[in-house]
C-alpha cells in the first residue's frame, strides 16, 4: 500500500472487513440508501487502524499552519465512534492531546468529561470516522468555539455527503476517500423499494 493510501486502497479495506456494504438500507431519520458504512469496523484491525490514521495525519501535516501548531494541537473527536481514529492521528502526529464530548441522554446536548477544559485560542483539529449528515460534527464545533477554542481543520477517514450534509464554509476538508452513495428521502420515493428489494434498518 502506499505512504498515502489512495481512494482504491481505502474502499478495499472497507469492503473486506465489511465496513462498507452494498444492499438497501434504511436510516434513523428514514433516509433510503444503496450503500451502508461503519468505518469501526474497519479500525478493529490495527493494520487497518493504522494505516487509515498514518494516512489522515500526512494530509494533516502538509497544511503548514497545522504543523506549525502540532505541539499545542488538540485532537477532538464528536462522539465515541471516532475515537480509535482521533489516537491514531494524535499518535501519529504526535499531538498534545486528545479527547471528545459525551450526551447524558439522547436528547441532551454534546458536553466534554468533567475538568476537561479548553485554554481560550486552543488549537483543535476535529476529527472523526465519517462525514455524513454533519450534524454531530457540527455541535462540537459549536461547543468548542463557545469555549474559546481555535479550529484549524475537520478530518475524517470517509466523506460520504447525503443531500442534506450540513456545510462547514471555508473550514478546511480532510479525507481519505469520498463515497457518493444514492441517496431516496424516504420508503415513498425509494427505487429499491419499488424493486422490492429487502430493507436492512441500521442503528446509526
Given at each position: 500500500?502506499?505512504?498515502l493510501?489512495?481512494?482504491?486502497?481505502?474502499v478495499?479495506?472497507?469492503?473486506?472487513?465489511?465496513?462498507l456494504r452494498?444492499?438497501?438500507?434504511e436510516?434513523p431519520?428514514?433516509?433510503h440508501?444503496?450503500?451502508?458504512?461503519?468505518?469501526?469496523?474497519?479500525?478493529?484491525?490495527?493494520?487497518?487502524?493504522?494505516?487509515?490514521?498514518?494516512?489522515?495525519?500526512?494530509?494533516?501535516?502538509?497544511?503548514?499552519?497545522?504543523?506549525?501548531?502540532?505541539?499545542?494541537?488538540?485532537?477532538?473527536?464528536?462522539?465515541?465512534?471516532g475515537?480509535?481514529?482521533?489516537?491514531?492521528v494524535c499518535?501519529?502526529?504526535?499531538?498534545?492531546?486528545?479527547?471528545?464530548?459525551?450526551?447524558n441522554?439522547?436528547?441532551?446536548?454534546?458536553r466534554f468529561?468533567?475538568?476537561?477544559?479548553q485554554?481560550?485560542?486552543?488549537?483543535?483539529?476535529?476529527?472523526?470516522?465519517?462525514?455524513?449528515?454533519?450534524?454531530?460534527?457540527?455541535?462540537m464545533?459549536?461547543?468548542?468555539?463557545?469555549k474559546?477554542?481555535?479550529?484549524?481543520?475537520?478530518?475524517?477517514?470517509v466523506?460520504?455527503?447525503?443531500?442534506?450534509?450540513?456545510?462547514?464554509?471555508?473550514?478546511?476538508?480532510?479525507?481519505?476517500?469520498?463515497l457518493?452513495?444514492?441517496?431516496?428521502?424516504?420508503?415513498?420515493h425509494c427505487?429499491?423499494c419499488?424493486?422490492?428489494?429487502?430493507?436492512d434498518?441500521?442503528w446509526?
Amino acid at each position: 500500500m502506499h505512504l498515502l493510501p489512495t481512494q482504491e486502497d481505502v474502499v478495499r479495506v472497507l469492503r473486506e472487513t465489511g465496513a462498507l456494504r452494498h444492499g438497501h438500507f434504511e436510516y434513523p431519520d428514514g433516509m433510503h440508501s444503496n450503500e451502508y458504512l461503519q468505518v469501526p469496523l474497519a479500525m478493529r484491525y490495527y493494520q487497518h487502524a493504522r494505516t487509515l490514521s498514518v494516512g489522515l495525519s500526512r494530509l494533516l501535516r502538509a497544511n503548514p499552519e497545522i504543523r506549525a501548531m502540532i505541539p499545542e494541537l488538540s485532537i477532538v473527536a464528536p462522539a465515541t465512534g471516532g475515537l480509535p481514529v482521533a489516537y491514531g492521528v494524535c499518535e501519529a502526529l504526535r499531538a498534545r492531546q486528545v479527547y471528545w464530548a459525551e450526551r447524558n441522554d439522547e436528547s441532551g446536548p454534546l458536553r466534554f468529561r468533567q475538568f476537561v477544559e479548553q485554554s481560550p485560542g486552543e488549537p483543535v483539529v476535529l476529527v472523526d470516522d465519517i462525514l455524513r449528515s454533519g450534524s454531530k460534527l457540527t455541535e462540537m464545533k459549536q461547543l468548542l468555539e463557545s469555549k474559546g477554542a481555535l479550529i484549524l481543520a475537520l478530518a475524517v477517514v470517509v466523506h460520504q455527503p447525503t443531500p442534506t450534509t450540513l456545510s462547514f464554509g471555508s473550514l478546511p476538508l480532510y479525507y481519505l476517500a469520498r463515497l457518493d452513495a444514492r441517496y431516496y428521502a424516504d420508503a415513498g420515493h425509494c427505487e429499491l423499494c419499488k424493486k422490492g428489494v429487502p430493507v436492512d434498518r441500521v442503528w446509526i
